[in-house]
């Protein structure tokens, strides 16, 4: 016996679009289910846009999904393309049936994700690198994370991520590329082939940073993290003003000359009245290959002088997150786009990364700042 309709439309439900992470059913992009006498399933599917990358795969999940059902003997998937009026509805169901207008969800006063912003007051102390497996060990502990590559001149997120593909744009929305069940978005995505340098002023970088948060369609996040560049220029400040509920991660490496920079580059929470998160100190030592000794390479007490330094700037405590010591296969797995806290999480550095992440994963529980859908009741 053939199967019934319902039974393949349950089945398809099951089958999320790769960049959206929604059920196809729900999104529109099936058209035609028609079920042959001899449990043949032909189901007809509408792409976001022509050419989509991913088509092969939601081919395969189709298939795969559809073939499960009882009385089905075979699937065939044939695609084609929305039209531009189904775009539309399309992104407006995604934007929650407000409209095609832009809006920063992050900063809205309801938002529940958490944003943090990872500076540094130099180039050089890893910052991208803890950014990346912070990210990676919030996803890989249930989270739903998304990160900007603001660092918009020296951007290196997609090659740690290991994301080669280019987002793909529905009307004015950007899809994000996945990684790790990370999603990501970097100006090196959109840059021709080849190794051209970025050559923007300050107003083309806030506009840069402003359609990362508001033409990608990032869903509902737990988590966003923002690689910013060394310093305090104009990133930072549209940061600051884009996103003033955004809270600074300051990353330093032990030297007092990193810890210096470093703690100017954190001192800005005091002009733009954001929170610092806290500190994170990297290179903190290097394991000795011999014996349990730490080897102080780049000296010690950086991370804690910059804490101690920012708490005495904002009259309010900054904490010492953690010390990452001195792992090469940090570096290696940041060059093959395969982040050390999942290929090798009990390695010192990783485990240390992944405890971070875990204090900073976890929601506030306090209500300041959040409007709350409630209203007086008269009696």
Same mark, same amino acid.
């Given at each position: 016996?053939?199967?019934?309709?319902?039974?393949v439309?349950? +089945?398809?439900a099951?089958?999320n679009?790769?960049?959206?992470?929604?059920?196809?059913?729900?999104?529109?992009?099936v058209d035609? !289910?028609?079920?042959?006498?001899?449990?043949?399933?032909r189901?007809?599917?509408?792409?976001?846009?022509?050419?989509?990358?991913?088509? =092969?795969r939601?081919? %395969?999940?189709v298939?795969e999904?559809?073939?499960?059902?009882d *009385?089905?003997?075979?699937?065939q998937?044939?695609? =084609?393309?929305m039209?531009e009026?189904?775009?539309?509805?399309?992104?407006?169901k995604?934007?929650?049936?407000?409209g095609?207008? $832009?809006?920063?969800?992050?900063? $809205?006063p309801? &938002?529940l994700?958490?944003?943090?912003a990872?500076?540094?007051?130099?180039?050089?102390?890893?910052?991208? &690198?803890?950014?990346?497996?912070?990210? +990676?060990?919030?996803?890989?502990?249930?989270?739903?994370?998304? !990160?900007v590559?603001?660092d918009i001149y020296?951007?290196?997120?997609?090659?740690?991520?290991?994301?080669?593909?280019?987002?793909? $744009?529905?009307?004015?929305?950007?899809m994000?590329p996945? +990684?790790?069940d990370?999603?990501?978005i970097?100006?090196?995505?959109f840059?021709?082939?080849?190794?051209?340098?970025?050559?923007w002023?300050?107003?083309?970088?806030? /506009?840069?940073?402003?359609?990362?948060?508001?033409?990608?369609?990032?869903?509902?996040? =737990?988590?966003?993290?923002m =690689?910013?560049?060394?310093?305090t220029?104009?990133?930072?400040? &549209?940061?600051?003003?884009?996103?003033?509920t955004?809270?600074?991660?300051?990353?330093t490496?032990?030297?007092?000359?990193?810890?210096e920079?470093?703690?100017r580059?954190?001192?800005?929470a005091?002009?733009?009245?954001?929170?610092?998160?806290?500190?994170?100190?990297?290179?903190?030592?290097?394991p000795?290959?011999?014996?349990?000794? %730490?080897?102080?390479?780049?000296?010690?007490?950086?991370?804690?002088?910059v804490?101690?330094?920012?708490?005495r700037?904002?009259?309010a405590?900054?904490?010492?997150?953690g010390?990452v010591?001195?792992?090469? %296969?940090?570096?290696e797995g940041?060059?093959e786009?395969?982040p050390?806290v999942?290929?090798?999480p009990?390695?010192?550095?990783?485990?240390e990364? /992944?405890?971070? +992440?875990s204090?900073? *994963?976890?929601?506030?529980?306090?209500?300041?700042?959040l $409007?709350?859908?409630?209203?007086? !009741?008269?009696?």
């Open positions: 016996m053939a199967p019934s309709p319902e039974l439309m349950a +089945a398809l099951t089958v679009d790769p960049e959206i992470r929604r059920p196809i059913t729900d999104l529109g992009m035609n !289910v028609d079920i042959s006498p001899a449990g043949v399933v189901v007809r599917v509408l792409l976001t846009v022509a050419g989509c990358p991913l088509k =092969d939601i081919t %395969r999940d298939t999904a559809v073939s499960k059902v *009385g089905v003997t075979g699937v998937v044939d695609l =084609d393309v039209s009026e189904q775009r539309k509805g399309l992104q407006t995604l934007r929650g049936d407000r095609p207008e $832009k809006e920063i969800p992050f900063a $809205k309801g &938002s994700t958490r944003v943090f990872v500076a540094s007051g130099k180039g050089g102390v890893g910052k991208s &690198s803890v950014t990346v497996n912070l990210a +990676a060990a919030m996803a890989s502990q249930g989270l739903k994370v998304g !990160v590559d603001a020296g951007h290196s997120v997609p090659r740690m991520l290991g994301v080669g593909e280019r987002p793909t $744009k529905v009307e004015d929305m950007i994000p996945v +990684a790790h990370i999603k990501v970097s100006v090196g995505m840059k021709p082939e080849g190794n051209t340098p970025v050559v002023r300050g107003p083309m970088l806030d /506009r840069a940073l402003y359609q990362f948060l508001t033409d990608v369609y990032w869903g509902d996040l =737990d988590v966003l993290l =690689d910013l560049p060394p310093g220029g104009d990133i930072a400040i &549209s940061v600051a003003q884009r996103l003033p955004a809270e600074i991660l300051v990353v490496t032990p030297q007092q000359a990193a810890a920079v470093a703690e580059a954190g001192s800005i005091a002009q733009t009245h954001q929170q610092i998160a806290g500190v994170i100190e990297n290179m903190a030592w290097l000795c290959p011999h014996c349990d000794e %730490r080897i102080s390479v780049f000296g010690e007490g950086g991370g804690q002088s804490a101690d330094a920012l708490t700037t904002l009259g405590r900054v904490p010492l997150l010390q010591p001195i792992d090469m %296969r940090l570096r940041g060059d786009g395969k050390l999942l290929t090798d009990d390695a010192p550095a990783a485990a990364l /992944r405890r971070i +992440a204090g900073l *994963g976890k929601k506030p529980t306090s209500l300041k700042g $409007k709350l859908d409630i209203s007086p !009741v008269k009696h």
